[in-house]
């Protein structure tokens, strides 16, 4: 396989490892489909650095000492819903267990990252 054909979804997850390897561009997998990631923008860096900053420290304000915020450096796979992206920033609380079939990749609960981001984003005032 050398390149993504456009509206076909059967790839597996196995032949999005091996376009990864390869790629010169950031590749996500949804459900069978590949997809090129967009270039970021030097404000979309600024604005990402902040939120995870801003979340460490209230984090931390409520006491959440083993979680912490991860960038779009690290790639999570979530097996139930067969996908694997990388997020501008997300919630980590205790220990991610790495991929058996992905190197680069981390199993996280998608339930449990969604709810805690709502947890600390709800609660925030609003200006």
Known sequence: MTRVEKGLSNYTYGDYLTLEASSEEKLEFHGG??????????????????????????????????????SSDVKIYIPGSNRGFFLDAYIVCGEMERSNTDPQGYYQ??????????????????N
């Open 109 to 126: 609960s998608y339930t449990y990252t969604r709810s805690s981001f709502r947890e600390y984003t709800s609660a925030r005032p609003r």
């Open 33 to 70: 489909f590949i997809v090129a990631m967009a270039g970021g923008t030097p404000e979309h860096g600024l604005i990402a650095i902040n939120f995870a900053t801003a979340v460490n420290k209230e984090l931390r304000r409520k006491g959440k000492n083993d979680c912490g915020t991860l």
